[in-house]
């Protein structure tokens, strides 16, 4: 029993820890910091939107009524856009924000998704010490590329850099919880296998999300660059954050 639970927290707090991956900034002066935000905003909209379209997605419409996939993944999208306009009444006067919207939609979007990893690393735990460890080696190396994303995402919309890392890092340990409940209030519903549809449906949702977040608000802020040169460097790091999470899903099956 304990030697499961022990598997599937150092797992889940491992996954947490990778959200740090940004800390490398701190060596970056401010200055050249800004020059790279607008390539991490580039690398994060095509990171997301392989994220959802290449992994998420995938997995919720094998798993889930045709019908009621598209159902989710559009009031995932719709929640998300409702959502902004609410932080965006309350947060922003006369159309000034300090911190945009869209940072606060990307956490709980992450959260919600790392919620799910946490949930799918303690059930594959529960059914196999080795799938555990497979589908945590997967969940790490999708996580690496978003996470880089998601920080650029929180320092661009206004976060310092300091605490766009504990931001990160709380919507990051999501994961844990999700791994706990997992294992000490779902165990009956991972050994019938009826968690799937449960887990999924959520994941279609959150892929709304994503795709709401890539769509809406970090690609319009890409069509604001004038420079030709920057404007097209930031098409071919979009395109890269795609590709790279299209060659992990070949990669990790």
């Known amino acids: 029993m304990y030697f499961t639970l022990t598997f599937i927290v150092v797992s889940t707090v491992i996954a ?3 959200s740090l991956v940004g800390i490398f900034t701190l060596a970056f002066n401010r200055s ?8 991490l905003i580039a690398f994060a909209a095509g990171a997301l939107m392989g994220g959802a379209f290449f992994h998420i997605l995938p997995e919720s419409v094998e ?12 009031v995932g999208f ?3 856009f409702l959502l902004e306009r609410v932080i965006y009444w309350r947060h922003c006067h006369e159309g000034v924000c300090d ?22 690393i303690a059930a594959s735990y529960m059914i196999n010490i080795n799938l555990g460890a497979v589908v945590t080696l ?3 190396a999708h996580e690496i590329p978003q996470e880089i994303g998601d920080f650029g995402v929180l320092v661009y919309g206004g976060f310092g850099r300091v605490k766009a890392l504990g931001y990160n890092l ?16 779902l165990k009956d519903i991972v050994i019938t296998g009826d968690y799937t549809r449960i887990v999924y449906s959520v994941l279609a949702f959150a892929a709304g999300g994503f795709i709401y977040i890539a769509c809406s608000d970090l690609i319009p802020e890409l069509h604001k660059e004038p420079n030709l040169k920057r404007s097209l460097a930031s098409i071919a790091i979009f395109l890269i954050g795609i590709m790279l999470l299209l060659t992990l899903k070949y990669v990790l099956g």
């Open 170 to 185: 709380l919507s990051a340990l999501t994961a844990i919880a999700g791994a706990l409940i997992t294992y000490f209030l």
């Open 99 to 120: 911190i945009h919207p869209f940072t606060y939609l990307n956490l709980i979007g992450d959260g919600i998704h790392n919620l799910i990893d946490g949930v799918l």
């Open 138 to 140: 997967a969940v790490l």
């Open 16 to 18: 947490s820890l990778v």
């Open 78 to 80: 719709a929640s998300f």
């Open 63 to 74: 798993n889930l009524e045709p019908l009621s996939f598209s159902i989710l993944l559009v």
């Open 32 to 39: 050249f910091l800004d020059k790279i935000l607008f390539f």
